[in-house]
Nanobody, 126 residues
């Protein structure tokens, strides 16, 4: 189990923006895919975006297209999730995950997310 740390969550008004960061202290993410999923208590995890070891991005949620984007900094060993146009339905705990090589092809059913962090709360409310 690799150690990941998420940051950047918080309370934001509808239409606002946040940028989440994921770091891997003591862990090299260089050869890994890094992604994000979110979860609301009582509901299944929702995969959002993933960026592979070579930079290919996989999208899992139509609802975030055009609003969320993922990036990574190989030198800083970090990944980020930029979110704009946030809506109340985006409220969830957001988790960063990482696994060797490529991103999952799907994020429903039985999915190997590899390792993930403790999560960061994002609340969208007026």
């Amino acid at each position: 189990q690799l150690h990941l740390v998420e940051s950047g969550g918080g309370l934001v008004r509808p239409g606002g923006s946040l940028r989440l960061s994921c770091s891997g202290p003591g862990t090299s993410l260089y050869h890994n895919a890094v992604g994000w999923f979110r979860q609301v208590p009582g509901k299944e995890r929702e995969g959002i975006l993933c960026i592979g070891a070579l930079g290919h991005v996989t999208e899992y949620q139509d609802s975030v297209k055009g609003r969320f984007s993922i990036s990574r900094d190989y030198g800083k060993n970090t990944a980020s999730l930029a979110m704009s146009g946030l809506q109340p339905e985006d409220t969830a705990v957001y988790y960063c995950f990482t696994r060797p090589g490529s991103c999952p092809q799907r994020t429903t059913g039985v999915v190997d997310f590899g390792s993930w962090g403790q999560g960061t709360q994002v609340t969208v409310s007026s």
